[in-house]
């Protein structure tokens, strides 16, 4: 199957933007106030990131300029640690998928909502969410921290269903 290329719909829940950072680049200091946004879009600009948020622009080639979360970890992570009403933006990851393999997005180029990104790593969870979610957290989410990727070509990205076109099928059945 290789050069095949599939499709399938997945769900965008959410989309979140932070004007500042709150953690990365805080250790041994207290946590920044910055607000988390709820957006239905977003503008996302190829090599620069997400208009409005923290990392936009913040380096030539930034393996980071968005990240993906699964709605299905947020999920695991309220029962895991016992609490239901745990939010998805205090991971502080961009956007929340439903319906995708993260994971096996890495090192993959692919397309959400029409939008081309390249898969490059798992967005490792850092010690500050022992903090936000509870203490073990941050062992927990080990292989289970998102996705970072790059930004390849420019438009806007929304909430709703999407299609996903990848090399091989990622979606989950």
């Known amino acids: ?3 095949r290329r599939a499709l399938s719909t997945v769900l965008i829940r959410h989309i979140f933007l932070s004007p500042g950072h709150n953690f990365f680049g805080r250790h041994g200091l207290p946590a920044g106030t910055h607000p988390v946004v709820d957006v239905a879009a977003v503008r996302c600009r190829a090599g620069l990131g997400l208009e409005g948020d923290r ?4 380096r030539p080639d ?3 300029q968005v ?3 699964a709605w299905e970890t947020v999920l695991a992570a309220q029962r895991e640690f016992m609490r239901p009403g745990l939010r998805p ?3 502080r990851r961009n956007v929340i998928t439903q319906g995708v393999d993260l994971p096996a997005l890495a090192g993959v180029r692919f397309v959400l909502g029409g939008i081309e990104f390249e898969g490059v790593g798992e967005a ?3 010690h500050w969410m022992d903090q936000v979610v509870a ?3 941050e062992v927990w989410l080990r292989g289970r921290g998102g996705l970072r990727a790059k930004i390849l070509t420019a438009g806007d990205l929304r909430c709703g269903e999407v299609v996903l ?3 091989e099928l990622l979606a989950l059945g």
């Open 124 to 126: 490792k969870p850092c």
């Open 165 to 167: 076109r990848t090399p």
């Open 55 to 58: 990392f936009f622009g913040y």
């Open 62 to 64: 930034y393996n980071g």
């Open 89 to 91: 933006e205090v991971f």
């Open 135 to 137: 203490p073990g957290a």
């Open 1 to 3: 199957m290789v050069g």
């Open 67 to 69: 990240t993906f979360f």
